[in-house]
């Protein structure tokens, strides 16, 4: 079956660095995304990556080793409007179409 | 260049009821994917429309139909609702067939079933 996981949790400092780490188990992988969640809102696209190796924008990069099932999103010099809930999602080909399955989160608190 | 929409933004309904949820996707996507996304959960795919037919479908009862219209929105419809129906329902929009297919989501219908 297809299996995501991510922390539930994690608190960090303004100015700090973080990574989030998101671990997956799925055949037909097919891309790997992280989306932003501010409570309440509906999620935002921040990064895509279908071939192993970083991908960097800005503040935000990802991660990804499939030969792992491993991705990990790292926030760089952290502000207060990050904290949010960052989903881990993968899409996976099944029968010629794309599916996806998203993590349950991980809610980032930063703090002064 | 418009994103995706959905309304209405809130709906509460009583157990039984039937409910219809709607979606435009963003301009320039032919694809439209809904959600189920309860609180403190990532969200749960419930099916996938493109070329106005259901292309995919998650682990959701057929309580839970949907329809495509030829502008590509999208309905999602609810029988017989039971509380645990009670989430925010997400749609999400993409360009099917290409290989850097990205979703962008809408703002959601919170939904209540008391």
């Known amino acids: 079956g297809q299996n995501i996981d991510q922390p539930t949790e994690m608190t960090a400092t303004e100015g700090a660095i973080v990574q989030i780490n998101c671990t997956y188990q799925t055949s037909g992988f097919n891309g790997l995304f992280w989306y932003q969640q501010h409570a309440g809102e509906a999620p935002t696209f921040l990064s895509y990556n279908v071939l192993d190796g970083l991908e960097e924008k800005g503040r935000f990069s990802s991660f990804l080793s499939r030969s792992k099932g491993y991705s990990y999103l790292l926030l760089k010099e952290l502000q207060m409007k990050d904290s949010a809930s960052y989903l881990c999602a993968v899409r996976w080909t099944t029968s010629g179409t794309y599916k996806y399955i998203f993590g349950t989160g991980t809610r980032l608190k930063v703090l002064a | ?114």
């Open chain 2, 1 to 114: 260049d418009a994103g995706v929409t959905q309304s209405p933004t809130h709906l509460i309904k009583t157990r039984g009821q039937q409910v219809t949820l709607r979606c435009s996707p963003k301009s320039g996507h032919d694809t439209v994917s809904w959600y189920q996304q309860a609180l403190g959960q990532g969200p749960q795919f419930i099916f996938q429309y493109y070329e106005e037919e259901e292309r995919q479908r998650g682990n959701f009862p057929d309580r839970f139909s949907g329809h495509q219209f030829p502008n590509y929105s999208s309905e999602l419809n609810v029988n017989a609702l039971l509380l645990g129906d009670s989430a925010l329902y997400l749609c999400a929009s993409s360009l099917g067939g290409s290989i850097r297919e990205t979703q962008y989501f809408g703002p959601g219908t919170r939904l209540l079933v008391l």
